[in-house]
């Protein structure tokens, strides 16, 4: 079965400081990985996909995430953070069902805390 | 109305009542999921819609029952809960096709507070 690891709870970084959060996933085949925010109280908003090719994606926001299959892992960074960016992260990794829908398997989440 | 949307965004229920939440997706999706979002816990997966028939049950109990009338409309009806069910309830949709795994887009949620 698929799992997914973040091991990072809370980070704080000052604003227009880089951020990376960290993402591990252990699956048999290639994966398809997503990263998702939340806001308090909101749902979650997709910030960017990796299913093939360049192992290097780039998201809404500003975000980019790269694809280490080597060290099975999708580190979300952004160069520069915005207090607005304070936000809960969620790392996931997806597989298809049988009789169609796909199944998403998500990490416990990295809480965000932006210093101004 | 755009994207997913979900009501209501709060319920307060005592533990006989019976309630149902409501998710529609605006976005031309033929699967549709409900998720469960506890405290210090990860989201977990209750329920999987494709083309209306119903595909995955998390062994989710029987107080929870899922509808799902078309691929626009999911509904989750509620009954005999109890006070460890409150939590974030998110309903979710993609584009499903052969050979291919598409991104979930979700609903801002219903918060469920059962006293």
């Known amino acids: 079965a698929q799992s997914v690891t973040q091991p990072d709870i809370h980070i704080t970084v000052s604003e227009g400081a880089s951020l990376e959060l960290r993402c591990n996933y252990s699956?048999?085949?290639?994966?398809?990985l997503f990263w998702y925010v939340q806001s308090p109280g909101q749902g979650l908003q997709l910030l960017l996909k990796y299913f093939s090719g360049d192992t290097l994606v780039q998201g809404i926001k500003g975000f980019e995430a790269e694809f280490k299959r080597s060290q099975s892992s999708f580190n979300l960074r952004k160069p520069s953070v915005h207090w607005s960016d304070a936000a809960e992260y969620f790392c996931?990794?997806?597989?298809?069902?049988?009789?169609?829908?796909?199944?998403?398997?998500f990490g416990t989440g990295t809480q965000l805390k932006v210093e101004l | 109305e755009t994207g997913v949307t979900q009501t209501p965004r709060h319920l307060v229920m005592g533990m006989t009542n019976k309630k149902s939440l409501k998710c529609e997706q605006h976005?031309?999706?033929?699967?549709m999921y409900w998720y469960k979002q506890s405290a210090k816990k990860p989201l977990e997966l209750m329920f999987v819609y494709s083309l209306e028939e119903r595909v995955e049950n998390n062994s989710v109990p029987s107080r929870f029952s899922p509808e799902c009338p078309n691929s626009s409309h999911l509904f989750l009806h509620l009954h005999t809960l109890q006070p460890e069910d409150s939590a974030l309830y998110l309903c979710?949709?993609?584009?499903?096709?052969?050979?291919?795994?598409?991104?979930?887009?979700f609903g801002p949620g219903t918060r469920l507070t059962v006293t």
């Open positions: 979710a949709s993609s584009q499903e096709a052969s050979g291919g795994l598409f991104a979930q887009y």
């Open positions: 996931a990794v997806g597989v298809g069902l049988t009789g169609g829908g796909n199944k998403l398997t």
């Open positions: 699956y048999g085949a290639t994966p398809y």
């Open positions: 976005l031309g999706h033929n699967a």
